[in-house]
């Protein structure tokens, strides 16, 4: 198994901090695990990606120019990297950012109504993990248990009693998030 991800996006949108701790609940089930993050010098509204993957075996080099699933909150993300994603791989989007929607008839896309969602729960930092939740329950890369124990040792205690809304953001997320085409 071996799963090559690019998540993409706005800064501030929590696509680094998602990408991180997915790669740290891979790393604590034994997992040969890459994580690479790009982003401007604006950071904060400006673009940012990482690429993140997950294999049994040892990984050669975590430079991509091709994914197995993207990860798209944004129309400048979506039009830069849905040609990269492999004849066959999974695209996942949040369509608030998405002024075009994606056309490809190759791979299999699905939808989820994060900020919608995070907007519901009163509670907009919790839109990376409702994604993330979606991204679980299409490839189960790291148990539910293991991204909460991520979250725990990623967070800033002063923001552990945070991680019950995280988690009910994961749920959210892996409820929520449907096939396209």
């Known amino acids: 198994m071996k799963e090559e991800i690019i998540i993409a996006g706005f800064g501030g949108q929590g696509v680094l901090s998602m990408g991180k701790i997915l790669a740290y609940a891979a790393l604590m089930e034994g997992k040969e695990v890459s994580w690479m993050p790009s982003y401007g010098p604006e950071q904060r509204g400006g673009t940012a990606n990482v690429t993140i993957i997950v294999s049994e075996e040892r990984i050669s080099s975590p430079i991509l120019s091709t994914y197995d699933t993207a990860i798209i909150l944004n129309q400048p993300s979506l039009d830069r990297f ?4 492999k004849p066959g791989g999974t695209l996942i989007y949040d369509s608030y950012g998405i002024t075009t929607p994606p056309t490809r008839t190759d791979i299999s896309i699905y939808r989820i109504e994060a900020m919608e969602a995070a907007a519901e729960m009163q509670n907009a930092k919790a839109f990376n993990m409702i994604v993330l ?11 539910l248990d293991n991204v909460l124990l991520a979250l725990r040792k990623t967070l800033p205690e002063r ?3 945070l991680i019950p809304v995280n988690e009910a953001a994961l749920r959210k997320g892996m409820e929520i998030i449907y096939q396209v085409k």
Do not use: Y
């Open 159 to 161: 923001h552990h009693k």
């Open 82 to 85: 849905e040609q990269q994603i």
């Open 133 to 143: 939740g979606g991204l679980l329950k299409i490839h189960p890369l790291a148990e």
